[in-house]
């Protein structure tokens, strides 16, 4: 994402400098993958390791907007000396839980922030400096794709998603945050919510998808609309048509009314 310098003693060409370089697609339950490239400055420069933290911006309980952390990975190789005008190359890849929000969907960008910071730890006495963030793009699963499609077959198209600091209760969930998707009705009739959201609480198998009206601004999943749920798995992409359980929910919704 371009160099940055850091670390100038007293003359400005003293610094080493550092690009943090994601290699690839990146998806929930895969990996991600990269390059922390870096190039000495005028004196030699011991560096003990350099950690890669991934984060996502979650919405609290609060309403204030806070870093959740999703996985931290140490480029190698470590505990070395970047010489005087040295480049070296670092690798670093880290398996991200299913749990992990998507920042694309179909290319396009849902509003959703997730980062990849560098930090750099030059012996063992230091506390770390953070020296490079990168934004991480992470695609949907077909899974999402596939089941994202059937609402935008009934008329609800995804237009933003936002994560929210926060658990669905009473299920299996193993990050304290949950991502929902919002689908704005382009087909409106009667009985029909304006917008809905959809959350996936993706595994290994498939995802527990919940639908609901939309209601960004209340917190508290309880005091939400109240929702209905389906179950898809990942084996049935391409095979499965999932518009019947979405035609389902849509007329349990519709029934349910704005209560």
Not at 164 to 186: A, K
Not at 210 to 225: E, I, L, N, T
């Amino acid at each position: 994402m371009g160099f940055k310098r850091l670390f100038g003693i007293g003359d400005p060409d003293e610094a080493i400098e550092v690009d943090t370089q994601i290699l690839g697609p990146v998806y929930p339950g895969g990996n991600v993958k990269g390059e922390v490239v870096l190039r000495g400055g005028s004196r030699d420069t011991p560096v003990r390791n350099i950690y890669l933290r991934v984060a996502a911006r979650c919405t609290a309980y609060d309403g204030e907007e806070r870093d959740y952390s999703l996985a931290t990975c140490v480029a190698t190789p470590s505990h070395f000396t970047l010489g005087k005008g040295e480049e070296k190359r670092l690798t670093f890849t880290e398996r991200l839980s299913w749990e992990t929000p998507v920042s694309e969907l179909g290319g396009q960008a849902l509003g959703v922030v997730l980062t990849v910071k560098s930090e750099l730890y030059r012996d063992w006495d230091d506390d770390g400096t953070a020296v490079d963030t990168d934004l991480l793009h992470v695609s949907a699963l077909p899974l999402h794709e596939a089941v994202l499609d059937a609402f935008a077959e009934e008329g609800y198209y995804c237009d933003s998603a936002y994560v929210q600091d926060s658990y669905v209760p009473n299920t299996e969930q193993h990050r304290g945050f949950h991502q929902s998707f919002v689908l704005t009705d382009r087909a409106p009739g009667p009985g029909r919510p304006e917008q809905l959201e959809v959350v996936f609480q993706t595994n290994v198998v498939g995802a527990l998808i919940h639908v609901r009206r939309a209601a960004p601004d209340v917190r508290d999943w309880k005091s939400k609309p109240p929702a209905r749920r389906f179950t898809a798995a990942h084996h049935e992409v391409g095979t499965v048509d999932w518009h019947p359980q979405v035609r389902k929910v849509l007329s349990e919704l519709a029934l349910l009314g704005e209560h």
